[in-house]
């Protein structure tokens, strides 16, 4: 399998994009994950790189290529999910300078470490649907109807659902471990009505046992999140993994990218 691999600076966001097209460029779906920049680079992307710089590279070169352990998680992820989406796909990821400030939905205060929560993520969907999704589909010449998929880890994933409730241009939502702890969502989330079609959740099964007391209620508020979307009719799953909360994340992910795809 040749993978495409494009990495570029986007309105000062580090971004990189994998595609498994092929000749007749039938792309069907978009994924879009909001990723540390780290697992893009340890060093800032230096300037834009136009579509005539695409490098395709062999599965095995991805896998074994000599680089940061950050960038060989977000390369996995990619070939797990290209080696097994049965459609042709952009994965593309942007790069997130202060994950707590970017992602999250509403100001917070800090429940480890000392680090609040600022409530920026208005500004981040903000740059997802006009800049990002707008930038790919003409850099790619997709097409406009093509859906669109948004994915993430943790607040990421969090992000990816808080979008969801927010815009209807996300045609399915997978959210992998998602910070549903956070306070005031599972208020939020009970008053509003999901935009997607379809919802990918799962939770490691030793996440909710934690001496942190907000961080605890991340099962019963996935349970929940599930009940609220079954209310809604959404066509959703909730699987446990095995582990906590940091265990084969890049795995979880491909995994969850793969199921709103293929279900």
């Known amino acids: 399998m040749k993978v495409n691999v494009d990495i570029f600076k986007l309105d000062g966001r580090a971004c990189k994009v994998y595609r498994n097209i092929s000749n007749q460029h039938s792309e069907k779906y978009i994924l879009?994950?909001?990723?540390?920049?780290e697992w893009i680079s340890r060093e800032s992307v230096p300037k834009e790189v136009s579509p005539a710089h695409v490098q395709?590279?062999?599965?095995e070169w991805i896998s074994n290529a000599d680089y940061s352990d950050e960038m060989r998680l977000l390369d996995t992820e990619a070939v797990e999910i290209l080696k097994?989406?049965?459609e042709e796909i952009v994965f593309a990821n942007f790069g997130v300078e202060n994950w707590n400030d970017e992602l999250s939905p509403w100001s917070a205060d800090a429940v480890?470490?000392?680090?609040?929560?600022l409530g920026k993520a208005e500004n981040t969907l903000d740059f997802v649907t006009d800049i990002f999704i707008p930038e790919l589909i003409e850099r790619y010449s997709l097409p406009s109807d093509?859906?669109?998929v948004i994915g993430g880890?943790?607040?990421?994933?969090?992000f990816s659902l808080?979008?969801?409730y927010r815009t209807d241009i996300f045609h399915a939502v997978a959210a992998?471990?998602?910070?549903?702890?956070?306070?005031g969502w599972v208020e939020f989330a009970a008053e509003k009505h999901i935009l997607a079609d379809k919802v990918y959740l799962s939770l490691g099964n030793r996440e909710e046992k934690t001496n942190n007391k907000t961080m605890a209620r991340v099962g019963d508020n996935i349970r929940l999140q599930k009940e609220l979307l079954d209310r809604q009719e959404i066509k959703n799953v909730l699987e446990w993994n095995e582990g906590n909360h940091f265990k084969n994340v890049e795995k979880r992910v491909a995994k969850g990218l793969l199921w709103v795809i293929t279900q």
């Open 32 to 37: 879009v994950q909001a990723v540390d920049r």
């Open 162 to 164: 808080w979008a969801a």
């Open 112 to 117: 480890f470490k000392n680090q609040p929560f």
């Open 84 to 86: 097994k989406a049965d």
């Open 176 to 183: 992998v471990s998602p910070s549903v702890w956070f306070p």
């Open 56 to 59: 395709a590279v062999d599965e």
């Open 146 to 148: 093509i859906k669109i």
């Open 153 to 158: 880890y943790s607040l990421a994933g969090l």
